[in-house]
């Protein structure tokens, strides 16, 4: 038997109305009919004070949940859906940059690989007092959905304040289908210090750039 028919019987066994219980609870005869229609369940209070009135054990298996919990809980449950909904749309919706940068490496005329950034911005090379050093540089890029790298382009610009106007295209090298880099060989002399940018020039006129701060270490 559960707690609703425990209480129903107790009030009927001692000739109690609803509303009389409810006088001498203090509350509502609402609140009692609701009880005893397992709509709601009395506080541990209450349920001291009815057994006591009805001089009944109520100590048994506690009440059944009220109807409401499920119900919030499915609300819950549904507004986070909607949450992850609206969030992986929100993803899914993002522009899609049009291309990538994902690796620029050098490599002496020995085919050895080059580390020439010192991890504070900088990239030095070692150059000779005389001439030039060469180096090849291959730049590692990734096309997206929407767009290919049809081209890679190399521009310079000495540091400065005022150098824009000093900034020049070093190479240009078309990109064949299929490739995902492009590959130059540099001269590097000795009064190197500048801005090195990267441009890819993907299809649709888009174009992605990363620059690289160059400068020449003296051996």
């Known amino acids: 038997m559960n707690l609703s028919e425990q209480i129903r019987q107790a009030r009927e ?9 409810a006088e001498q609870l203090g509350l509502s005869g609402q609140a009692v009919s609701k009880w005893e229609l397992g709509a709601s369940c009395p506080s541990p209070e209450n349920l ?6 009805l001089e009944a054990d109520f100590s048994g298996p ?7 919990a499920p119900k919030k809980r499915r609300l819950w449950l549904w507004g986070l859906v909607l949450l992850s909904c609206a969030l ?3 993803l899914f919706s993002a ?3 049009a291309a990538l940068i994902t690796a620029v490496r050098f490599y002496d005329e020995t085919g050895a690989q080059l580390h020439p950034d010192l991890g504070d911005g900088w990239w030095a090379f070692e150059t ?6 060469p180096v090849t540089m291959v ?3 990734q096309n997206s959905r929407r767009a290919d790298v049809n081209a890679v382009s190399l521009f310079y610009t000495p540091a400065g304040t005022e150098t824009f106007d000093q900034r020049e295209q070093w190479c240009v090298q078309a990109v064949e289908d299929g490739l995902d880099y492009a590959l130059f060989v540099l001269r590097l002399q000795r009064d190197l210090m500048g801005h090195l940018e990267i441009r890819l020039e993907c299809t649709g006129g888009a174009e992605v750039s990363e620059i690289l701060n160059v400068t020449a270490a003296f051996p």
């Open 62 to 68: 506690s009440a059944p949940e009220p109807p409401e």
């Open 95 to 97: 522009p899609e940059p």
């Open 13 to 21: 066994a001692k000739g109690l109305s609803q509303e009389a219980l």
């Open 48 to 53: 001291e004070a009815l057994g006591n009135i």
């Open 128 to 133: 000779p007092e005389q001439g030039s050093q």
């Open 88 to 90: 992986l749309a929100f």
């Open 139 to 141: 730049v590692s890029f």
